[in-house]
């Protein structure tokens, strides 16, 4: 799973975008300053989207630092001030891409599809396989495995494997697992995700889903 690191300091923005980001199966983690950025320097995501207009640091200084420590890892920048200088000033300091406000939201995800697809280029069996400690997830067969052992799951509990595994870590509601699993037309009881989970947990044992009581649930890290 791609992490991206959005540095946006207007809040609707970034939460827009970070929606857009997260509907990509991405771990998005989002600054409001280039401050708090700067300190989560050393966690090295996949990804760096950064607004040039900060307060305190900003997107240059941040640019410049994050160079620095990690030249390989790709930077979209986005600024509505001067495009062309912006454009050719990001470039010459190692930024990948630019984009100007205003834009739609889509285009920052298709942009950022393009980068990483290109920095991080993988044949495409190995693209489809996907952690899920200690399974493997091959989206391309859409099977969950065991070492040589694959596991007899439904469509709909490798859905929901499928689901967790691409925002480990994140606080998914029942509404937004009935969306992914069963569609935004699903007329029933959000006791179904239950049900689901229950069984997803007796199948996948080794699976940490942490339940959140009056919300949904959550895929922990071993």
């Not at 509990?157 to 595994?165: S, W």
Request: charged content about 30%; glycine content about 6%; aromatic content about 10%.
């Amino acid at each position: 799973m791609y992490r991206i690191f959005l540095v946006e300091d207007e809040p609707s923005l970034n939460q827009i975008l970070t929606t857009y980001l997260e509907k990509e199966g991405w771990q998005v983690r989002s600054f409001l300053d280039g401050e708090s950025a700067l300190a989560a320097l050393g966690e090295q995501p996949h990804l760096w989207i950064l607004d040039i207009m900060l307060p305190g640091i900003d997107g240059y200084q941040l640019l410049r630092q994050i160079k620095a420590q990690s030249p390989a890892v790709p930077v979209i920048y986005i600024s509505a001030r001067d495009a062309d200088i912006d454009r050719i000033v990001g470039l010459e300091m190692g930024s990948d891409d630019y984009l100007a406000k205003p834009f739609l939201p889509r285009e920052l995800v298709v942009r950022a599809q393009r980068v990483l697809e290109r920095v991080y280029a993988r044949p495409v069996a190995e693209a489809s396989l996907l952690p899920l400690s200690p399974y493997v997830l091959d989206e391309a067969r859409r099977e969950v495995r065991l070492g040589d052992e694959v596991i007899d799951l439904t469509s709909k509990e490798y859905d929901l494997a499928l689901f967790f595994a691409r925002h480990r870590g994140l606080a998914l509601s029942r509404e937004q697992i009935i969306s992914h699993v069963w569609g935004e037309d699903y007329v029933g009881s959000d006791r179904s995700v239950d049900d689901l989970v229950r069984r997803l947990r007796k199948k996948l044992p080794e699976l940490r889903i942490e339940t959140i009581y009056g919300f949904g649930y959550r895929l922990t890290a071993r």
